[in-house]
């Protein structure tokens, strides 16, 4: 079965930097993007940054200049370097991808969401 599988989260403090990754597993897949979500506490899952297999980029407006979304389309792995980290940035971020995936012979349409990984900004 297809499935992300994010990594990277952690406490840093102001004024770091983290790396998130997301890869594909468990099945061949080929994907349209990939996004990365953020979620706190009392809100809505939010857009951060977005990008399409063709390269074109999308961020939330507090994190542009900041945040670089990057996806390797032949390994099915995507990336989010987060620079400049406020506590605002805090939250569990989630990793989204959509396209097909190979259940044997056959490719089948997926939609499909990492487990989460906390990331903390705090002194």
């Known amino acids: 079965q297809a499935q992300l599988v994010e990594s990277g989260g952690g406490l840093v403090r102001p004024g770091g930097s983290l790396t998130l990754s997301c890869a594909a597993s468990?099945?061949?897949?080929?994907?349209?993007?990939m996004a990365w979500y953020r979620q706190t506490p009392g809100k809505q899952r939010e857009l951060v940054a977005s990008?399409?297999?063709?390269?074109?980029?999308r961020y939330e407006d507090s994190v542009k200049g900041r945040f670089t979304v990057s996806i390797d389309s032949a390994a099915n792995s995507g990336h989010l370097q987060m620079n400049s980290l406020q506590p605002e940035d805090t939250g569990v971020y989630f990793c989204?991808?959509?396209?097909?995936?190979?259940?044997?012979?056959?490719?089948?349409?997926?939609?499909?969401w990492g487990q989460g990984t906390q990331v903390t900004v705090s002194s």
């Open positions: 989204h991808a959509d396209g097909f995936s190979k259940f044997g012979s056959s490719w089948a349409t997926v939609d499909l």
């Open positions: 468990g099945a061949t897949s080929s994907f349209n993007g």
């Open positions: 990008i399409t297999i063709g390269g074109d980029t």
